[in-house]
């Protein structure tokens, strides 16, 4: 069992930055690909970003290429994303979550392990 817990949400205006990190304990947190996905009302959970085990690979989702960066230390258990320039549409709750797999990363099916998330509020 391994359990992710997300910290670092919060209100920020439009144009700003936050930066989110995830925990992951129980487990050896290298043996794991991480991902970040968010909710926003009304909608459908969303890939937002992946980086595998070691963190040779990383991908994102096109709306925020470019402006969100994810990375990790697998000596600390943790992941981060690094959210600038952000925008009223980032907001959503953003999740972490946790997988033995490094195939269909885009998908939250292929995840195991989930966080209960954290709110993002971008203001216009």
């Known amino acids: 069992q391994v359990h992710v817990e997300e910290s670092g949400g919060g209100l920020v205006q439009a144009g700003g930055s936050l930066s989110l990190s995830c925990t992951a304990s129980g487990r050896t947190f290298s043996s794991y690909a991480m991902g970040w996905f968010r909710q926003a009302p009304g909608k459908e959970r969303e890939f937002v970003a992946y980086?595998?085990?070691?963190?040779?690979?990383?991908d994102y989702a096109n709306s925020v290429k470019g402006r969100f960066t994810i990375s990790r230390d697998n000596a600390k258990n943790t992941v981060y994303l690094q959210m600038n320039s952000l925008k009223p549409e980032d907001t959503a709750v953003y999740y972490c979550?946790?997988?033995?797999?490094?195939?269909?990363?885009?998908?939250?099916?292929?995840?195991?392990?989930w966080g209960q998330g954290t709110q993002v509020t971008v203001s216009s």
């Open positions: 980086i595998g085990r070691s963190g040779g690979s990383i």
């Open positions: 979550a946790a997988t033995g797999y490094s195939y269909y990363y885009s998908n939250a099916n292929t995840y195991n392990y």
